[in-house]
Structure formats: C-alpha cells, structure tokens
C-alpha cells in the first residue's frame, strides 16, 4: 500500500461510535435511537448499516436478519413500516429505527458513518437513490461506504455533484502486419508525443469523445485536456512475440527490442540492464513469458488475454492514482494563491476565508487520504501475479515519494489556515480591547456629566458665613 501520512478529519481524528454508544445494560442496545442519541451527546460521530426492505423502508440495523437482534428469525427484507414499532431490540425498550429517525435524533450534531447493505436480487439502485434521497434533509455531515462494489458505483456515479476529474480514456490499438520493435517503439512515441493531435475523422478525439459525453467536460465550456499522466501497454503477438522470448531468457538483462520498446525508440537499444527497466522475477518464465517495464510503458507477451487485461487494468489504476496527486497538488497551490491575493482584513472577512479555505483542505485531505488509495491499493488486486507487476510499476513511478511531498504542500495549507485563525483572534481581541476602553471611557463621562446635578442638589458649594 501506499503510505500517506495521516489527517486529522473526523473520519480519522476521533473514535466513531460503531452501531452507536451503546450500553444494553443501560437500556440502550446497538443500533438504537438511544445509542445514537448517547453517542451525540456525547460528541462521538456515529457508524450505522442500512437496508432497504422489499416495501422500500430504509431501516438500520447490522445484520441481515433479525434473529441475533430481536430474536425472531427472519429477514430485514420482509419488515414493513408497521412491523418497525414492534420490534424489540434485544429484549428492551427499543426498536428498528429507520434511517431518517437516526438522522432526527442526531440532528447534525455529530458527523455519521452510514454504511449501505444489501442481500440477493435486491435493487441496488433503489438502495442508493433512497438513501441520497433521505440524506437530502439532513443537517450535519456524513460519509456513505459499503463493502459491496456495485453499490460504490452507483454512490460515486450519483454523488458526484462535480466533475473530479478523474477521467480516464484507454486506447485499444492492434497494429496491423507483423510489426518489429522500432516500428512499435515509433507508434509509441507518437501517440505520446502527439497525443493531442489525435483524430476520429476530421475531428479532434477529445472534441469527438465530448459531443458524446457532454457530462464529463469540466468547468462548464471548458473543452477536455489530456493529463500528463501516461501509461502504454505493449501486448506482442505473432512474430515480435516469438522473437522476445528467444532473446530475453537470461534474467536481468534486457534484449535490443525490450529497450527499444520500452524507451519508444529513445534510447541506444545497444544498452540493456543498466537502463533501469524492470523485469518482475515472478513474471519472466524464460521462454514463455516476458513483462518489462519502465515509468511509461509496459511490454508484456506470453500471458492469456485475461491476465493480460488485469495488467492493464492495474496500470490505469495508477495512472489514475497519479492524477489524483497531480490535482492535490495544484489545488493546494491553488488555495495557497487564494490566500495570497486575498484582501481580507475585517473580522467578517478573515472568517469567510477561512471557512473557504477550511473547506478546500478538508476535500485535499479526503483525497489524500483516500482518493490515491482507491486506485493504488494492492488489496484491490486479487492475483499475485498481478500485485508483482502492480507493486514493482509503483515503485518505478516512485508513487509513494510523489504522496508524501504532495502531502507536505496539503500541510502547507493548514498552517496558512492556522495562522489566518491566528490573525482573527488577534483581530478579535484588538477589537474587545478597543470597545472595552470606548466603554470605559463612556462610563467615567456620564460618572463626570453626573457630578455637578448631584453637587448642586446638596448645597455645592457652601456658602460662607458673614
């Protein structure tokens, strides 16, 4: 896994109250009002699993049914909302809730942790469209997760109120022929070099793939850019296949074609080992399979065409890890820029910016946290094999160094909003000691103003006797 240093948000900097404070003995048992009304209280965000039945109630509990909770065996599919009153948790007071009762009682208090389940032939998109749909009404922050992965999708496919710019566009190309490695390593360059000047037609190939998908532009009519993040896949066949595998059965060196290839043509291919290309050992078989790469491109022959397909699959997973760095960093600088040039001197205008720029890092720290790792995390590869390639394509792209120095331009952020809250109390407290003396002040005035009514009124000043 990629180390990426840790943040202090709410997900991360405090204990979660899982099914809420819970405490049977005190009548309050798991999944309950009561738990979570304690768990608020208390100041703990809250962590709950919600179902939606076949009557579409969305109801929270953890387990799929009811036999552990309430003693009766029976799915949580099968309640209706008139069940939901009936049901005991545990032998106590308390029932199933529903989700839009926890988010009541909470009442934004605290943030919640809402996990999304769900179990055979149910309607996943009824499950997410019901559950945004009720979230729409509640007042303080929350975090939606499952472990099921066609219910992430759908969440993120959903939720995107804007574009994240994680776009990824793959290239299926077969060369036609029996094309060598310089004619390879030509097409490479190409269409790294030039890739912007790619064409369907007589159109662009971002003009043409934007009339398609108007959804994905970004910043309203701002057409779509290629990234600087690349990655090319070379799957050799036929004779070029044949060829690598005779050349390349020594470990450790690489032949003329590899470094052709790999390098796009760039480099003396009269050059092998010490050029830095990486060959996996538990993906060289001599004379059967072959995977060398670089930084930007992958050679790989020998392998069917679904383990081939997991390798490109793991090399888009970081190309897309790799532009969720690039836009960390430049919407950290970005932040900084804000602060920068802002003008903000009054009280009011120091807290607006940092509310603006409180929310900025909170999202740069969420994809730090979280955005890289949901490409680049190896627990996502199921195959072994997969996972050499995955992590030595990694360490190539040095992946883990880019996190930690993106995450000290993230950290530079929040010391700007810490000195902007240090430059709001000073402010604040240079106002309550300026009112402080005008009070002061007014009082000793009307103390003075006072003074000679009250003299007057008892003779001031005597009279002198004759």
Wanted: net charge neutral; aromatic share 6%.
């Amino acid at each position: 896994m990629v180390e990426v240093p840790p943040h202090q948000t709410w997900l991360t900097s405090q204990p979660i109250a899982h099914r809420g404070l819970y405490d049977l003995a005190a009548g309050r048992p798991e999944n309950s009002l009561a738990a979570f009304d304690a768990a608020a209280t208390a100041g703990y965000p809250c962590e709950l699993d919600v179902h939606r039945t076949d009557s579409g109630e969305l109801v929270v509990l953890h387990d799929y049914d009811l036999g552990r909770a309430t003693g009766v065996a029976r799915p949580v599919a099968t309640l209706t909302v008139a069940d939901l009153p009936r049901t005991r948790l545990f032998g106590s007071d308390e029932h199933v809730p529903t989700l839009a009762q926890v988010t009541d009682c909470v009442h934004g208090r605290v943030p919640l942790l809402i996990e999304l389940k769900r179990q055979g032939p149910s309607d996943p998109r009824a499950l997410v469209k019901g559950v945004l749909d009720s979230l729409k009404t509640c007042d303080g922050e929350y975090a939606l997760s499952s472990f099921d992965p066609i219910l992430v999708h759908l969440l993120r496919a959903e939720k995107a109120d804007y574009p994240r710019r994680d776009g990824l566009l793959i290239l299926d190309v077969e060369l036609a022929g029996q094309p060598g490695a310089p004619e390879v390593a030509e097409f490479l360059y190409a269409t790294w070099r030039w890739r912007s000047e790619l064409r369907v037609g007589d159109t662009g190939l971002l003009d043409w793939l934007a009339r398609r998908l108007d959804q994905v532009r970004a910043d309203g009519n701002k057409p779509l850019a290629f990234g600087q993040n690349l990655h090319q896949c070379v799957f050799a066949g036929g004779w070029l296949a044949r060829q690598l595998l005779r050349r390349n059965r020594k470990s450790g060196m690489s032949s003329a074609d590899v470094v052709t290839v790999v390098f796009r043509g760039t480099m003396s291919a009269k050059r092998g080992s010490d050029l830095g290309i990486r060959r996996p050992t538990a993906l060289n078989n001599p004379g059967e399979t072959v995977v060398a790469h670089g930084r930007g491109v992958s050679l790989i022959t020998g392998w069917t065409e679904p383990v081939e397909n997991a390798f490109g699959i793991a090399a888009a997973g970081l190309v897309n890890a790799a532009g969720v760095v690039n836009r960390v960093r430049l919407q950290s600088l970005e932040a900084l820029r804000v602060n920068e040039t802002s003008a903000a001197g009054s009280a009011p205008e120091i807290r607006t910016l940092i509310a603006d720029l409180s929310d900025r890092l909170n999202q740069l720290r969420l994809d730090l946290s979280f955005g890289i790792e949901a490409y680049a995390d190896v627990v996502l590869i199921p195959e072994l094999l997969i996972e050499s390639y995955h992590s030595s394509l990694r360490r190539v792209a040095a992946l883990a160094e880019s996190v930690a120095n993106t995450s000290r331009i993230v950290d530079r952020v929040a010391a700007v909003i810490d000195s902007r809250h240090a430059m709001l109390s000073a402010s604040v407290q240079a106002y309550t000691e300026r009112r402080d003396k005008i009070f002061a002040g007014a009082i000793a005035i009307g103390t003075l103003l006072a003074l000679p009514p009250l003299r007057l009124a008892h003779g001031w000043p005597p009279r002198r006797s004759p």
